[in-house]
């Protein structure tokens, strides 16, 4: 029907009764919306509805021209070229317009009409350049809108007030020019100390939107945005904040962040969770210095610690630990404020563990600076503060797991009050709450039976990466550099595992796509640490390839890693064939499974570490040998380990890493880490050198001792 009217509406439009014209205009938008392929017969008709005397018809033809722009770029191309000019000239009538009773609203001539060209003029000075140089051409002569309206119109009614931001919209939207976005920068510095919220919401949008195009502009505003942060309605106040958040630049943290930290103190519970998070995000971001960073978020911590997320804190801890001259300073801070606010619960957890690190620090006043006020802390104030933590009612799971192991710490670092320390940790031998339970039950062991290796265990944490810590935090966490032609496997710490690699998998516990093991004879090392974890063989009938030369070394903790697979045959099969090769059976009562015994004789390396499995013969009087295995090489590194072991102490085993540099360049600063489950002791020897030189022309050696302190015990889990 659209397409069959179409011609008719089109004559209409050139009727002679302006009310006919109008009717006809609009029904021409309607058309067009139905079936844009029309907008082409309607260009014309209404370009010539642009010169009307008549305000019903003008105003129909600018809306009908408004919508063929949108639905037509050869309307919008004919319209930049044919009617810009005599919009503006339109535009400028109007505004200058003398009083006209019929069209007069508030004291300002047809505000409908206003608008609706503003509108227009947006459209086609948007995205095009030489006709937004045409059109700012036009208004600089005649007097720019913005001026016009201002000048014409009171601020305080509403229809002044539309005027005025459509102006701004059409100033913002048109290509750059400095000085009308200033001027629309301005008025809308001027909405904001109007007393409609609905102005000040409006003008608040339209900041945040300038802020991509024009923010030294909006800089000057920042006291009056500022203030509408304080505001009474939630609207304006969460709107406000995010125009501040993009305020911040490095010039103006300071001062903007502790005007958002002073109104953090008297704010509204339920505004206190976006304005903590804003605050918290713009101290990550833009902190000049460690000491600053920290200071604000103790303040932040102290005021609204229960809204804190915990990355935020995760985050703050790893720049605590990477400021080493800041650590005396930090803990003192901390215990201070701990004595005022207790309520907080991340600010009771970044003070727990920084007074387990450095409680010493604390009570000896170390790395005291001039900015600090003296202060007297004893050994026994220092346990108090943690076990008031763990007694608070309030206090959750975390921070009563993490005070238990402050005070754990605090028995080491305060030896005079090992024995309160212990008393407050045998409380929680009854708690409902296993977690706790467990580790009150293994701290006093450790503190009654192994007090020879509490000081190794109890030694302060190692300097976090910062690096590490952000990228895992913004999921970007590098893969490390693999070998394999494949697609790498991604384990859940996001280390890429080469598809052959004699070790399967370094440091992840917890992955379940490591290769599974073969089981033929040269499984001489089936498990490093001799826990044996597998479940039932596999079913008979099934069988696996070995990978010869590839599973040396399985996995270096072998925990939560895939079990060796059987061959074809039943456990009856492996018992009788280990009795017919005459293998010694009698040892059997410390393995966890017979699952990882071998159906030939028994290999000489068995089991390096640990006594779950039968003990292999010894040939010679200083230990077995063992063979050599590359734990790791890529393109520009190879590292080997060779093992070893002392008679007469089989639950020890020497490792000697040697390290080849295979690409062009010399390592400097070369250092090797290593991490172990907490049953065994890891002891590093200085590494050789701490330069590797380039293309294998020489390596670095490094002997790794590793003691296993349940030697011979079977473990449960």
């Not at 082409?40 to 642009?50: C, Q, V």
């Not at 409908?112 to 030489?130: K, S």
């Not at 006020?373 to 220092?382: F, K, L, R």
């Not at 045959?569 to 393995?591: C, E, R």
């Amino acid at each position: 029907m659209a397409r069959d009217l179409a011609p008719e509406v089109e004559r209409l439009l050139q009727f002679r009764d302006p009310n006919i014209r109008k009717k006809a205009a609009l029904c021409s938008i309607r058309i067009i919306k139905k079936v844009p392929d029309l907008a082409e017969n309607f260009i014309n008709p209404a370009a010539s509805l642009l010169k009307e005397k008549h305000h019903g018809v003008l105003i129909t033809g600018v809306q009908l021209c408004t919508d063929l722009c949108k639905v037509s770029s050869e309307a919008l191309e004919y319209f930049r070229k044919k009617c810009t000019d005599g919009l503006v000239k339109t535009l400028r009538d109007i505004a200058n317009s003398p009083y006209a009773p019929e069209y007069d609203i508030a004291g300002i001539t047809d505000p409908f009409l206003h608008i609706r060209l503003l509108r227009l003029l947006r459209v086609l000075g948007q995205g095009d350049a030489d006709a937004s140089d045409s059109m700012n051409d036009i208004l600089a002569q005649d007097v720019l809108i913005a001026n016009i309206v201002a000048t014409k119109t009171e601020s305080n009614k509403n229809a002044g007030n539309a005027i005025l931001y459509e102006c701004v919209e059409t100033i913002m939207s048109i290509e750059d020019n400095g000085g009308l976005r200033v001027l629309a920068i301005n008025i809308l510095g001027r909405f904001l100390s109007n007393r409609d919220n609905n102005i000040r919401y409006v003008a608040l949008n339209m900041l945040t939107k300038a802020m991509t195009v024009e923010a030294q502009a909006v800089q000057r505003h920042r006291a009056t945005i500022l203030e509408c942060v304080k505001d009474s309605d939630a609207s304006i106040r969460k709107r406000a904040l995010e125009l501040v958040y993009l305020l911040v630049n490095e010039t103006n943290v300071k001062p903007l962040t502790k005007e958002l930290i002073d109104y953090l103190e008297v704010s509204d519970q339920d505004f206190k969770g976006d304005l903590t998070a804003k605050i918290c995000s713009i101290v990550e971001r833009f902190s000049p210095e460690k000491i600053w960073y920290i200071d604000q978020m103790l303040k932040v911590l102290s005021e609204a610690g229960n809204f804190v997320k915990d990355d935020v804190w995760h985050a703050l801890i790893v720049v605590i630990s990477n400021a080493s001259d800041l650590h005396g300073y930090t803990v003192r801070a901390l215990y201070r404020a701990l004595q005022t606010s207790t309520e907080q619960e991340t600010l009771v957890r970044v003070a727990v563990w920084c007074i387990g690190e450095y409680g010493d620090m604390l009570v000896n006043n170390v790395g005291m600076l001039d900015i600090e006020d003296p202060i007297t802390v004893t050994e026994s104030d220092a346990v108090d503060a943690v076990e008031v933590a763990i007694k608070r009612h309030t206090s959750d799971l975390t921070t009563k797991s993490m005070a238990l192991i402050a005070l754990l710490k605090l028995s080491s670092r305060f030896p005079s009050c090992s024995e309160r320390i212990r008393e407050i940790i045998v409380q929680n031998k009854g708690s409902l709450v296993l977690e706790l339970q467990q580790r009150s039950i293994e701290f006093n062991s450790i503190l009654q039976k192994h007090q020879n290796i509490r000081s190794a265990l109890v030694e302060r944490m190692p300097v976090l990466d910062e690096a590490t810590f952000s990228g895992r935090r913004a999921g970007s966490l590098p893969a490390a550099a693999s070998t394999s032609t494949g697609t790498p496997h991604k384990l859940p710490n996001g280390i890429a595992k080469p598809a052959a690699a004699p070790i399967a998998d370094l440091l992840d516990l917890s992955s379940d796509d490591a290769p599974a093991p073969s089981s033929s004879g040269g499984d001489f090392l089936q498990d490093l640490l001799g826990v044996d974890l597998s479940p039932a063989s596999a079913p008979a009938g099934t069988s696996q390839p070995p990978k010869a030369g590839t599973d040396v070394l399985l996995d270096l903790l072998s925990i939560g890693t895939s079990p060796p697979a059987q061959s074809s045959s039943s456990m009856s099969d492996i018992l009788s064939s280990s009795q017919d090769n005459k293998a010694p059976l009698n040892n059997l009562n410390g393995l966890t499974s017979l699952s990882s015994l071998s159906p030939t004789t028994t290999s000489p390396m068995m089991d390096l570490l640990d006594g779950f499995g039968p003990s292999p013969q010894k040939h010679e009087e200083n230990g077995p040998t063992y063979p050599s295995v590359v734990a790791y090489e890529s393109s520009s590194l190879r590292m080997t380990f060779n093992f070893s072991k002392q008679p007469g102490n089989p639950q020890t085993t020497l490792i000697q890493a040697t390290f080849t540099n295979l690409s062009p360049n010399a390592y400097n600063d070369f250092l090797f880490q290593a991490a172990v489950p907490k049953f065994l002791q890891l002891h590093l020897d200085p590494a050789s050198s701490n330069t590797l030189p380039a293309s294998g022309n020489g390596s670095i050696t490094q002997t790794l001792k590793v003691t296993n302190s349940q030697h011979g015990k079977r473990l449960s889990y």
